[in-house]
């Protein structure tokens, strides 16, 4: 049975607008303005255990991927073209992305010690990271030769490793733990060619298989090897999964809605979901929290619905509530039952991207990036 959750409200305390300074206070959280790159927008996507922050910014002319430390911005610059974005960063300060080259084509980039090295592709003309860990292992999607489809990647000391398909034309890796196990999707031999998630560890890629149909997506793995991700059942229906150790769980959906997906995974085995009522325009999000069987809400303030975007360690949720999708958007953080509101820089939205086990939380208040600190 799922519990209602009392709701902590804080007041911000407004100062004046200073970039780089708290500029709104709670009884238990500030909010700090990271600033820009010199244009008028930006925003954090990840941040690690030492506090380090990388996203990306508008520099006025194009989009470049930055660091953020002790109150400096860094431009991390490109492989010679236009942009890059940065997508993640280990607890060794190294930022994993993607970057546009001389010839404009976009090229996965490792960022270390302030130099960013291009990291290739598979043969073909294009790659992108999408994760680090702190071997400093990256797992992307690249083109092959042909270049007519992309294959998952796992780039080590300069050589960039092809980790093929369940047995189809097309797989990306998305996440990698710190003993080098890779998850991801891609699709199966013919004649179905459909979608299956899977685990790649030390040379062998397995299909974890699916719910009962013939789709499936891995997107997290937890340092015990324990993966999420979402399948569709026999039914055709939806569902956030946990797969371990050969046994994939339905995690269900919250009571009333439809369908539900697989966001994250600590490594106490608590997994993280959203639900909905439906795939129309008139769909109601909700968001909650698997472990060992039980499945527990984020009661969101009425009238107001929730979805989590990331958990760390110690069972934090991050999220953001809103009235409708995209309209009056507030970060919030959950705790142990309880939910609180973020404050923000200023106007009423805010977007989280990530948590640490610091409890900090980074992301976009109105156009700016900012970091959350309890």
């Given at each position: 049975?799922?519990?209602?959750?009392a709701l902590?409200?804080?007041v911000a305390l407004?100062?004046?607008y200073?970039p780089?300074?708290?500029?709104?206070r709670?009884a238990?959280?500030t909010?700090?303005?990271?600033?820009?790159?010199?244009?008028?927008w930006?925003?954090a996507?990840?941040?690690?255990?030492r506090?380090?922050?990388v996203?990306?910014?508008?520099?006025?002319?194009?989009?470049?991927?930055?660091?953020?430390?002790?109150g400096v911005m860094?431009d991390?610059?490109?492989?010679?073209?236009?942009?890059?974005e940065?997508?993640?960063?280990?607890?060794?300060g190294q930022?994993?992305?993607?970057?546009n080259?001389?010839s404009?084509?976009?090229?996965?980039f490792?960022w270390d010690?302030g130099?960013?090295?291009d990291l290739g592709?598979?043969?073909?003309?294009?790659?992108?990271?999408?994760d680090?860990?702190?071997?400093?292992?990256?797992?992307?999607?690249?083109?092959?030769?042909?270049?007519?489809?992309?294959?998952?990647f796992?780039w080590?000391d300069?050589?960039m490793i092809?980790?093929?398909?369940?047995?189809?034309?097309?797989s990306?890796a998305?996440?990698?733990n710190?003993?080098?196990?890779?998850v991801?999707?891609?699709t199966?031999?013919a004649?179905?060619g459909?979608?299956?998630p899977f685990l790649?560890?030390?040379g062998v890629m397995?299909?974890l298989?699916?719910?009962g149909?013939?789709?499936?997506?891995?997107?997290a793995i937890?340092?015990h090897?324990?993966?999420?991700?979402t399948?569709w059942t026999a039914?055709?229906e939806?569902?956030?999964?946990?797969?371990?150790?050969?046994?994939?769980t339905n995690?269900?959906?919250l009571?009333?809605?439809?369908?539900?997906?697989?966001?994250?995974?600590n490594?106490?085995g608590?997994a993280?979901g959203?639900?909905?009522?439906?795939v129309g325009?008139?769909?109601s999000?909700?968001s909650f929290?698997?472990s060992?069987g039980v499945i527990t809400?984020?009661?969101?303030?009425?009238?107001r619905q929730a979805?989590?975007?990331?958990?760390?360690?110690?069972g934090m949720?991050?999220g953001?509530t809103f009235?409708?999708l995209?309209v009056?958007?507030?970060?919030?953080?959950?705790e142990?039952g309880?939910?609180?509101?973020l404050?923000?820089?200023?106007?009423?939205?805010?977007?989280?991207?990530?948590?640490?086990?610091r409890?900090?939380v980074v992301?976009?208040?109105?156009?700016?990036?900012v970091?959350?600190?309890r």
């Open positions: 049975m799922i519990r209602r959750m902590v409200t804080i407004v100062s004046a200073l780089g300074s708290v500029h709104a709670s238990t959280w909010v700090v303005d990271l600033g820009t790159l010199g244009g008028d930006s925003e996507v990840d941040i690690n255990n506090g380090q922050v996203g990306d910014s508008w520099t006025g002319s194009a989009t470049h991927a930055f660091l953020w430390q002790d860094t991390l610059g490109t492989l010679g073209g236009a942009s890059s940065a997508v993640a960063i280990n607890d060794r930022v994993v992305g993607r970057a080259t001389a404009g084509q976009p090229h996965a490792l010690d130099l960013m090295i592709t598979l043969g073909g003309t294009e790659s992108t990271a999408a680090i860990n702190e071997r400093g292992q990256v797992v992307g999607l690249a083109d092959p030769a042909t270049g007519i489809n992309y294959h998952a796992m080590q300069g050589v092809d980790l093929g398909t369940p047995g189809g034309t097309v990306a998305r996440d990698i710190d003993r080098g196990q890779i991801g999707w891609g199966n031999a004649p179905t459909n979608g299956h790649w560890q030390d397995t299909d298989g699916t719910l149909s013939d789709f499936g997506d891995a997107g937890n340092k090897g324990v993966v999420v991700g399948s039914a055709n939806q569902r956030a999964f946990v797969w371990r150790d050969g046994v994939m995690l269900g959906v009571p009333g809605d439809e369908l539900s997906i697989g966001i994250g995974i490594d106490r608590e993280l959203t639900s909905d009522t439906s325009p008139n769909h999000f909700g929290v698997w060992d809400e984020l009661q969101a303030p009425a009238g979805y989590a975007v990331g958990i760390n360690n110690r949720v991050t953001q009235v409708r995209g009056d958007t507030r970060p919030f953080v959950w142990d309880v939910m609180t509101e404050p923000m820089v200023y106007g009423s939205y805010g977007w989280p991207r990530d948590i640490n086990d409890n900090q992301g976009r208040s109105w156009w700016h990036a970091l959350w600190t």
